[in-house]
């Protein structure tokens, strides 16, 4: 919400500068989001007269202006508007000078052969509105040569974010009395005396949906003149971000943002009949005055004439029975809307406005006469006319709840005693009633005030959170117990694990683009969300890969030579019961150099399948998996390479992990050139361990017998996977053979075509007494006999 000092200033009596009322602001809960000076950027511009004004000789638009600073030495200016003359009082940027419009900087230049020393500007390109058809005009007796800055004078703009719980300081007034509470200043009375009907309401109003809109109260103001509002009420709805319209919408949009009290003004000539707060209709639709037509819900609430629907109650007004320059009389509404019917309404129609920012976080019930009175008081001085009599539809909520506060919360919930007398005092200028037993009744416009720990919260924020010391919480004696759970620790060690591997972690959106989702869905049910963030991150993502392979898409497009990324996180699945189902996931991606050229190995190489099976294995044995017992399987998914891919199982169905090449069509489709390696680890599925020391390392006793090799070369089917003979191998003998590994691979010359053969290195550990003859025989034996099951023949 934005507002300018010197609208604060129209309702807070205060001496406060505007860094002080600033700070504060930001101690009340009240976040300064910016504080903004327009005068700042014109202190390069100075208040000068024209002296002469002559035609160009090169140009007949042209002027060449004889401009006095005040200082006796004139200077020549090219200047385009048509009311440059002799005379006029202007602004003049000299050189040096940078327009706020644009940016640019101005320079001594010749404009068609003529030399100018810098320009006179219009309003436009000063930032201070729209005007550009002249130059400024100023008055006769401005100070020449003064800095145009000074002579506007300092009028800085805040820019506060609120909370979605403080509905009252969605109005400057109600911002002024946090401050007045605070003690910069004292809140001045609102100027809204009662105005009384000359003559009864010529429109009938009623409402006919009390659940949604339970009071509206209206009247007519006939005779009126709609032109331009005064420059102080355009200046502090430009201050606020406002585009000023007319006289009779300023003053609407006006005390919306000065009291936060939304209201409407109809054109009488555009309605017929009464006008009633109701239900919409099936198949009823509202051209809005952003331009747009809405198709309405039967629960919406609208407002609506015998001709039909001309508002979407609460939310924005409409274009068919607006106010224009022709207007003469209206019919004012301030109404009393339900938050939730707003809120619920605007989500439907994805449609934003001020109006229902305040309204559906709760404005003030009981505003609603003197709301009606400052309208009609500001319409009567600005634009004229006469006023009828008020007309009420309805009642509004204005029951007042009553909270049983203690004191002495204060010091146990805020960690600050504060004084009875200093609390009484902060709450009664927050507008709260203590009677003597303290009991405290909540004003009307702080629907979030529910119970004793806000009222302490009131106290202490008023008081001073910067007051409250910094208290350590205690701390039992000794070791502290460990209090992450066992994914928790799961995630920590799998984290540590991939950044000491030189992985770099991302962190990248939950949420993603129907069509990427889609491309990952491997035939499960996307979970898409009914009010996204955006319409392009509108599902959410059920794997993390996409993410990554758009993060390191930007990367290399960026010039990086090698990216490895990785993310832990969870991807999201529509459950059986419909429900969203979580799952834990880990993803890798590998692109671009995985060894860069150098004297020693020649080219670059790129990264291929075998380094992301080396990052699923090591990551999987991080994580706790039985790495020794996982089988290869191929399936990956669509996504990825088939001749280039598999998948890591514990048994048939148990999918641990996927890895292996990018498929080239899902590389094209994140705009990815060249080989890029994935994995894909599903942390979920990993069996715990049993055991509180889950992760614990078992206790290393060095071997006291000296351990043996063995080499061993099978001839088996080209189709064979090695892994399968390698695990086959390992297991014929598991107390004698400690590890085993394949290091040759060879078909050729004496290999029978079809076949291939696999050289196994097996290491032998001896316990109690060094391996005899014997003991060797037969272990080969059993290796032989393990690979034999595979087709495996001992090669001769």
């Not at 709301?371 to 007309?391: F, H, K, R």
């Not at 990785?566 to 799952?583: H, P």
């Not at 048939?652 to 069509?665: D, E, N, T, W, Y």
């Not at 080209?718 to 004698?736: M, N, W």
Request: charged fraction near 25%.
């Amino acid at each position: 919400m934005k507002f300018s000092l010197s609208w604060l200033k129209s309702v807070l009596d205060t001496k406060a500068d505007a860094r002080t009322i600033a700070e504060k602001l930001t101690s009340l809960g009240l976040e300064i989001e910016s504080v903004e000076d327009a005068s700042a950027a014109l202190k390069s511009f100075r208040v000068a007269r024209v002296l002469t004004a002559e035609k160009h000789p090169q140009a007949d638009k042209l002027q060449v202006l004889s401009v006095d600073l005040g200082d006796g030495n004139p200077l020549q200016v090219v200047c385009g508007a048509p009311n440059a003359r002799a005379g006029l009082v202007g602004v003049l940027g000299l050189p040096g000078a940078v327009v706020p419009a644009n940016g640019m900087e101005l320079r001594k230049s010749a404009i068609r052969g003529v030399e100018s020393n810098g320009m006179m500007c219009s309003t436009r390109e000063l930032g201070l509105g729209e005007e550009h058809d002249g130059i400024i005009e100023l008055p006769e007796d401005a100070p020449l040569g003064a800095t145009f800055a000074d002579y506007l004078g300092s009028d800085p703009v805040f820019d506060v974010a609120i909370t979605p719980n403080r509905p009252d300081c969605m109005g400057v007034h109600g911002i002024a009395r946090d401050l007045a509470a605070a003690g910069l200043g004292v809140v001045k009375p609102i100027e809204a005396a009662p105005v009384a009907g000359s003559f009864p309401c010529p429109v009938k109003v009623r409402t006919d949906d009390p659940e949604g809109c339970p009071a509206f109260f209206g009247r007519v103001i006939r005779g009126v003149r709609n032109g331009p509002s005064p420059k102080w009420l355009q200046d502090y709805l430009k201050s606020a971000g406002q585009r000023p319209i007319s006289a009779l919408v300023d003053i609407t949009n006006y005390v919306m943002l000065g009291y936060g009290r939304p209201a409407h003004a109809y054109d009488m000539a555009k309605l017929s009949g009464a006008v009633v707060a109701r239900k919409a209709r099936e198949g009823e639709t509202c051209l809005a005055l952003n331009g747009k037509e809405y198709a309405l819900q039967p629960w919406m609430t609208v407002i609506a004439d015998d001709a039909g629907v001309h508002d979407i109650a609460g939310i924005m007004g409409g274009e068919d029975s607006g106010c224009s320059d022709e207007t003469t009389d209206v019919l004012l509404e301030v109404a009393y809307f339900d938050p939730a019917s707003i809120a619920r309404t605007g989500q439907a129609l994805s449609l934003a406005s001020d109006a229902r920012g305040r309204f559906e976080r709760g404005v003030d019930p009981a505003f609603l006469d003197t709301g009606l009175d400052l309208l009609t008081t500001l319409i009567l001085e600005i634009c004229g006319g006469e006023a009828s009599e008020v007309v009420r539809a309805g009642q509004p909520p204005l029951a007042r709840k009553t909270v049983a506060y203690d004191p002495a919360l204060a010091g146990n919930l805020g960690g600050i005693d504060v004084a009875n007398g200093e609390q009484k005092r902060i709450l009664t200028a927050l507008g709260f009633e203590v009677a003597d037993d303290w009991t405290v009744t909540v004003p009307t416009w702080r629907p979030d005030v529910d119970g004793a720990p806000d009222i302490v919260e009131e106290v202490i924020r008023v008081h001073g959170l910067d007051a409250v010391p910094s208290t350590p919480l205690p701390r039992a004696d000794g070791v502290a117990k460990p209090t992450a759970t066992p994914v928790q620790t799961l995630e920590r060690r799998v984290r540590r694990a991939a950044a000491s591997r030189g992985l770099h972690e991302a962190i990248t959106w939950s949420f993603l683009p129907e069509k990427e989702a889609a491309h990952f869905a491997d035939d499960e049910a996307l979970w898409s969300l009914a009010n996204p963030i955006s319409e392009d991150l509108k599902v959410m993502r059920p794997s993390l890969l996409p993410g990554l392979l758009s993060a390191a898409q930007r990367n290399l497009h960026r010039g990086a030579t090698s990216v490895r990324l990785f993310e832990i996180g969870r991807r999201y699945l529509r459950g059986t019961s419909g429900a969203s189902d979580e799952k834990l996931s880990l993803a890798v991606v590998l692109a671009g150099e995985s060894v860069s050229r150098g004297w020693a190995n020649g080219k670059a190489k790129a990264f291929d399948a075998f380094d992301a099976k080396a990052e699923t294995l090591a990551l999987l044995a991080e994580a706790g998996a039985p790495v020794d017992n996982l089988l290869v399987m191929g399936e990956a998914g669509s996504q990825f390479h088939p001749g280039q891919s598999a998948t890591l199982r514990l048994g048939p169905k148990q999918v641990l992990a996927r890895f292996g090449m990018l498929h080239p069509s899902t590389a094209k489709a994140f705009d990815l050139d060249g080989p890029v390696a994935v994995v894909e680890l599903f942390l979920d599925r990993i069996p715990p361990r049993k055991g509180p020391g889950q992760f614990a390392r078992p206790h290393f006793a060095p071997p006291a017998l000296q351990a043996v090799t063995r080499d061993f070369a099978f001839l088996v089917e080209a189709s064979v996977p090695a892994g399968d003979l390698l695990r086959a191998v390992k297991g014929a003998d598991k107390q004698a053979i400690v590890s085993a590994r394949i290091f040759d691979d060879f078909r050729g010359a004496g290999v029978p075509e079809g076949q291939k053969s696999l050289a196994i290195e097996i290491t032998l550990q001896p316990v109690e007494k060094s391996f005899d003859e014997a003991t060797l025989k037969a272990i080969s034996d059993k290796v032989v006999a393990a690979a034999a099951k595979l087709g495996g023949v001992l090669r001769g």
